[in-house]
């Protein structure tokens, strides 16, 4: 990006983070407790602030992408960016529609990670935003409550990774509203319903694990990448895992591997899966770990003779 075209990034970066800021808190006043549906003027505002941040950050990516030329229309594409950035900061700059922008990643398959079920949801948020701005949305009761969900899919899957270049194998969402939401919000989001069942799904889908969060006690922590997908929490370094003797799930039991040689190579664990408190050894010459009640349940390594040894 040359300077001007980082400066245009930057202010469009702002606001679609500010509508997403809005649109979150809107849909947060909904009280979930109950699992009922947005009520109709949640849904419509909330509605809008996404489709509005869903624009920019698509600006937003293609500029990065891209370059400034990109999103505007053809009568700038032999101007300076001298030239566009006064435009930009007069307010006359004209960018392309955006159907034609949404165009251009049909277009480039490779440009993004979108599915049809990405723009199934463009094109959802694009429909109800034209209907609201023209005439009116009608929205049911089952519409409401899909809204729901619909709005944390385009959160997740589409504005967040629009603007953070984030890969869900190693990184979770939640980093990137730790940066730009405030504390209250951001906590009343990883307890929102619909939020964390996405969360689950993200586990799933991207590690293959989800496991109990020994700190926010959702299904949304993973033992592939030491990660919680939900509240963030980060073991990376800190923990090592076993399975289970008690439900049989593999890397299920969590344990301190630091602090287990000083112990003659016992230490508590913990199932993430089945919450059973169990102990843990780990040998010291194979360097396999098993979860067990009573030393009688070592069948293979103790802490006194490695199975695998001779
Ligand atoms: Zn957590
Ligand atoms: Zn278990
Ligand atoms: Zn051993």
Redesign the pocket.
């Known amino acids: 990006m040359t300077e001007q075209e980082r400066k245009i990034y930057d202010t469009i970066f702002n606001n679609a983070v500010l509508f997403l800021h809005r649109g979150i808190r809107e849909v947060l006043t909904h009280n979930d407790r109950k699992d009922s549906p947005l009520n109709g003027e949640t849904g419509i505002v909330t509605t809008l602030f996404m489709q509005m941040s869903i624009e920019l950050a698509l600006k937003a990516f293609l500029i990065k992408e891209q370059g400034v030329r990109s999103i505007l229309l053809s009568r700038y594409q032999n101007k300076t960016d001298e030239y566009i950035f006064e435009k930009f900061e007069n307010n006359t700059l004209h960018t392309k529609k955006y159907n034609d922008l949404k165009q251009i990643l049909t277009n480039n398959e490779s440009l993004t990670w979108f599915s049809e079920t990405h723009f199934d949801h463009l094109e959802q948020f694009q429909q109800f935003r034209n209907k609201l701005v023209h005439l009116n949305l009608f929205l049911g009761e089952a519409d409401l409550y899909d809204l729901k969900y619909e709005i944390i899919y385009v959160i997740v899957h589409i504005i967040v990774p629009l603007l953070s270049e984030i890969s869900f194998e190693f990184e979770t969402p939640t980093e990137f509203y730790q940066t730009h939401l405030n504390k209250e919000e951001y906590k009343k989001l990883i307890s929102f319903r619909p939020y964390v069942d996405e969360m689950e799904k993200l586990a799933k889908d991207f590690t293959g694990l989800n496991y109990y969060c020994p700190e926010c006690y959702q299904k949304t922590y993973s033992p592939e990448n030491d990660l919680c997908y939900c509240c963030n929490l980060n073991f990376e370094y800190a923990v090592e895992y076993t399975s289970c003797i008690v439900c049989n799930e593999k890397k299920s039991v969590i344990f301190d591997p630091h602090n287990i040689a000083i112990n003659n190579h016992v230490i508590n664990g913990l199932c993430l899966n089945c919450e059973t408190k169990i102990m843990v050894h780990k ?1 010291p ?2 360097g ?1 770990a098993y979860s067990f009640f009573g030393r009688d349940e070592l069948k ?2 103790t802490p006194e003779k ?4 001779d």
């Open positions: 040998c010459e194979c396999i293979k390594c490695c199975y695998y040894e």
